[in-house]
């Protein structure tokens, strides 16, 4: 048999009131280097166009759609006027 002695847990976190709200930045940090900063910012507004012309062409494919949703509309109208089948839209739909 094998005793086993209780453990005491570790706070592994620091109180609130010892860590520094108001250190200094490090002025080396390679994070804020200029020449790295303009990367990310090229890199950013490179991301930012192929964003916006993804965006542009799913409103051009959203438009054309719905130009051939006004279309078909038109014509199951005009199939339902030709039989006078009352226009009668399922649950849901419109």
Same mark, same amino acid.
């Given at each position: ?5 209780? +453990?005491?847990? +570790?706070?592994?976190?620091?109180? $609130? %009131?010892? $860590? /520094?709200?108001?250190? #200094?930045?490090?002025?080396? %940090? #390679? ?5 790295? &900063?303009?990367?990310?910012? /090229?890199? &950013?507004? !490179?991301?930012?166009? =192929?964003?916006? !012309?993804? +965006?542009?062409?799913?409103?051009? %494919? *959203? @438009?054309? &759609?719905?130009?051939? &949703?006004? =279309? *078909?509309?038109?014509? *199951?109208? @005009? +199939?339902?006027? !030709?039989? =006078? ?10």
């Amino acid at each position: 048999m094998q005793s086993y002695a209780p +453990i005491d847990q +570790i706070n592994h976190y620091a109180p $609130i %009131d010892q $860590i /520094n709200h108001y250190a #200094p930045i490090d002025q080396y %940090d #390679p994070n804020r280097q200029p020449q790295q &900063l303009e990367r990310r910012v /090229n890199q &950013l507004e !490179r991301q930012n166009e =192929r964003q916006e !012309r993804e +965006i542009n062409q799913l409103q051009r %494919d *959203v @438009a054309q &759609l719905q130009r051939r &949703l006004q =279309r *078909v509309n038109q014509r *199951v109208r @005009a +199939i339902e006027n !030709r039989l =006078r089948i009352p226009f009668t839209p399922f649950e849901g739909e419109y």
